[in-house]
């Protein structure tokens, strides 16, 4: 970690009151929370806050996964990738949790953020807008969510001054992790809120070729999609390409970040976030840009990329202008003939959002849920945690007062 960037961490911990531990020092600059042997493995879980965060997730990269659960937006280098570009609220933390039979390596880590002001002292997860999804990042097979959830409430519980919240948002429900640490949070005493954050549409495609997938669509996008692929190569210039490597990936970004100020969309202030992705997708084999030119003009752009055999659409725009040419849907419908018939995915995952369009590419739709835990030991806690849960009910309860329409 650079003498700036630690620097600027010290700064914000301090002045937000965010350095003391409650805990044991191990003597390795972490801060260490130790729990008892699991009585079913003999295992001694022990939590820390580690030290040097950038070079703990440096380090992590280099660390094996659990190929079973691990996704593109739980992989170390994403969270890297945050902590370095991002303008992030708050300063980033790492804790990890690590058993007596593999203490050099995390058997899970969290990768959190610290965050002050009047609302409190928040720990919340290391995201940014464009986050789809969080969750612990994984390096030992995922036997033991209870466990791992468990040391790592335990150490955040134990930090002084105390956490007045904790968030944790964009998770998948139906991963063993949510649960435990939904439960963890409750049995140590924490007033723990559930709420939707959005729906995450998809298409399982294990085996199912390019030609096999736009059979089964509806026919007015067949059509529209040998049609306009048609016109559209037949004018001047007019090509799709695809940038997967760092090899000309400038002149992708350049035209990616052209097309998204001329489309419906604002300007994005996290641009640097996104371009500097791509660049680490393309060293990686990761990425698939695709760029529908006309001539020397973009007409629209994609953000794809492929890993551990699923594809993921992060974004996707067009030049209004040069809409009808239908540019985006030539382009989703080439991408995906690339990840099907060359990458071989199982899964294309659309991310965030309910969109109408998404379902005619789409056929399965699932949520993604947050948590927010408040503290009932600390004032703050309780106001927070009275006024969002305490809030919710009273809606409720005053719908269910409201009486019905007669139909």
């Known amino acids: 970690m650079d003498s700036s960037a630690e620097e600027q961490t010290a700064v914000f911990l301090e002045k937000n009151g965010l350095l003391e531990v409650e805990g044991v020092l191990d003597g390795t600059g ?17 939590g820390y806050r580690e030290g040097d965060w950038q070079t703990a997730l440096r380090g992590l990269t280099q660390q094996g996964h659990d190929a079973d659960e691990s996704d593109l937006f739980l992989e170390p280098a994403w969270f ?21 039979d593999s203490p050099s390596m995390p058997d ?27 969750g612990p990042i994984r390096h030992q097979p995922f036997r033991e969510a209870t466990e791992l959830a468990e040391s790592f409430v335990d150490t955040v519980s134990a930090e002084r001054p105390r956490w007045d919240v904790i968030g944790l948002d964009k998770m998948d429900p139906t991963r063993p992790w949510y649960g435990a640490l939904r439960a963890a949070l409750r049995n140590r005493g924490w007033w723990v809120q559930e709420y939707y954050c959005y729906g995450n549409w998809y298409l399982p495609t294990d085996g199912v070729t390019f030609d096999r997938y736009m059979a089964d669509r509806p026919s007015s996008l067949r059509n529209t999609v040998r049609r306009k692929t048609r016109q559209f190569l037949r004018q001047p210039g007019g090509r799709l390409a695809i940038y997967d490597s760092p090899r000309g990936l400038e002149e992708g970004i350049s035209a990616y970040e052209r097309v998204w100020n001329r489309s419906w969309k604002r300007p994005d202030p996290n641009f640097h976030v996104t371009a500097e992705w ?9 990425l698939r840009l695709g760029v529908a030119w006309l001539g020397g003009t973009p007409a629209a752009a994609q953000l794809w990329a492929v890993h551990r055999g699923t594809a993921y659409i992060h974004n996707l725009c067009f030049d209004e202008d040069l809409k009808a040419f239908s540019p985006g849907t030539i382009l989703t419908a080439r991408l995906m003939e690339r990840v099907l018939d060359e990458d071989r995915v199982r899964e294309v995952d659309y991310l965030i959002g309910d969109e109408p369009y998404k379902r005619k590419w789409m056929t399965h739709r699932r949520e993604r849920w947050g948590l927010r835990a408040f503290n009932p030991r600390t004032p703050k806690g309780i106001v927070q945690g009275g ?10 309860r005053l719908r269910s007062l409201v009486p019905g329409k007669a139909g």
């Open 30 to 46: 972490r801060d260490a929370v130790a729990r008892d042997a699991s009585p079913e493995t003999g295992r001694r879980l022990r």
């Open 80 to 100: 890297l990738n945050l902590s370095r570009v991002v303008d992030l609220v708050g300063s980033p933390v790492l804790y990890s949790v690590r058993s007596t």
């Open 108 to 134: 899970a880590s969290f990768p959190m953020r610290a965050v002050g002001g009047a609302a409190g002292r928040r720990l919340e997860e290391l995201s940014h807008p464009h986050s789809p999804l969080f």
């Open 278 to 286: 791509m660049r680490r997708c393309a060293e990686r084999g990761w």
């Open 387 to 396: 006024w969002n849960i305490g809030g919710s009910w009273a809606k409720r």
